[in-house]
């Protein structure tokens, strides 16, 4: 069955950092353009985070700086590292394939169906 699987979410502390995985089964994440979507408490669900195919990166600007996400094709798996995190950041995080004209406007519906998603709660 394919799914995505969402892992290392928490509760962290403002300025502090985590590390996202997300491993796909049933799916080759290498040949497609994956994203790291987020959503908080009563707020639309918002991509965060592009990596393309070719290793380009493109982030929104309220985690421009902050946040990186890479990928290992060998493992399968895309990670969001998460620095200097704040309060707003607070939300359920979620990995998807991204379709291609998402990239630059950061906007749009994924290609998959959602994983369960990994909290991340941020304290002050």
């Known amino acids: 069955q394919e799914q995505l699987v969402e892992s290392g979410g928490g509760l962290v502390q403002a300025g502090g950092s985590l590390r996202l995985s997300c491993i796909a089964s049933?799916?080759?994440?290498?040949?497609?353009?994956m994203g790291w979507y987020r959503q908080a408490p009563g707020k639309q669900r918002e991509l965060v985070a592009v990596?393309?195919?070719?290793?380009?990166?493109n982030y929104a600007d309220s985690v421009k700086g902050r946040f990186a996400i890479s990928r290992d094709g060998a493992k399968n798996t895309v990670y969001l590292q998460m620095n200097s995190l704040k309060p707003e950041d607070t939300a359920v995080y979620y990995c998807?394939?991204?379709?291609?004209?998402?990239?630059?406007?950061?906007?749009?519906?994924?290609?998959?169906?959602w994983g369960q998603g990994t909290q991340i709660t941020v304290s002050s």
């Open positions: 049933g799916r080759v994440l290498n040949i497609n353009h």
């Open positions: 990596i393309t195919v070719g290793g380009g990166t």
């Open positions: 998807n394939a991204v379709p291609g004209g998402s990239i630059l406007t950061m906007r749009g519906d994924p290609l998959w169906s």
